[in-house]
């Protein structure tokens, strides 16, 4: 039932492009992403719902295809910010209540 | 607005103690959730609400309890402490399924 993130870590340098996968067994109502900084609390970046479009704000975007059951999270352009740990939370299609996470993936960006 | 409030912040409970982690919001959230979150495991669902009067367990319930008498407070009770229960504890609120979660800031909890 728990989401697979790929890939489980990624370290880029400043400028460079990153892919995160997040793809699930069952049927998926929606999915969230996330970011988590060392020592904090994790902070929301977006939603994808079935039958919406992709989203995305600044250089951050994601896609959702609800035939494959898959997520994709696009990081262009990566800023030393965007360093932290990214989790998707999926919401199946038969309980939306109950947000089940990845095991995320670890992202650092060096100068 | 504060958002999600998660007190209190640190705590060390001895082998058998119980305690209530509190979680208060002041946005008008009908969901909430508490997550325990340890290394290498990501977050795990314990309990959640999604309105007044209406809890429903999540992945690794066991050891837990909640009630949500009113829409602002959802507070989980160990009801007595393993040294398996040492984690961070999240609580977090949203408007619906449709929305992101907000996330209080945490619970680090060490059983000895």
């Known amino acids: 039932q728990q989401p697979v993130q790929s890939p489980q870590a990624v370290i880029l340098r400043e400028g460079e492009d990153a892919v995160i996968n997040c793809s699930s067994s069952?049927?998926?109502?929606?999915v969230h992403w996330y970011r988590q900084k060392h020592g904090e609390a994790p902070i929301f970046l977006m939603i994808?719902?079935?039958g919406g479009e992709q989203k995305g704000h600044d250089k951050i975007s994601a896609s959702f295809n609800e035939k494959k059951q898959q997520s994709s999270l696009y990081l262009t352009a990566s800023q030393l910010s965007y360093s932290g740990t990214y989790f998707c939370?999926?919401?199946?299609?038969?309980?939306?209540?109950?947000?089940?996470w990845g095991l995320g993936t670890s992202l650092a960006v060096n100068p | 607005n504060a958002g999600v409030t998660q007190t209190p912040k640190f705590q060390v409970l001895k082998t058998g103690q119980s305690m209530t982690l509190q979680c208060a919001q002041d946005?008008?959230?009908?969901?909430m959730s508490w997550y325990r979150q340890d290394p290498g495991m990501g977050l795990r669902l314990i309990h959640y609400?999604?309105?007044?009067?209406?809890?429903d367990q999540g992945e690794v319930p066991n050891g837990y309890n909640v009630s949500r008498s009113t829409t602002e407070d959802f507070p989980l009770r160990l009801l007595s402490a393993a040294p398996s229960q040492t984690s961070v504890y999240f609580c977090?609120?949203?408007?619906?399924?449709?929305?992101?979660?907000?996330f209080g800031s945490g619970t680090r909890l060490t059983v000895v």
């Open positions: 977090a609120s949203s408007r619906d399924g449709n929305y992101g979660y907000t």
């Open positions: 946005m008008n959230h009908e969901y």
């Open positions: 609400s999604v309105g007044a009067g209406i809890t």
């Open positions: 069952k049927a998926l109502y929606s």
């Open positions: 994808l719902l079935k």
């Open positions: 939370g999926t919401l199946n299609a038969g309980n939306n209540r109950k947000l089940i």
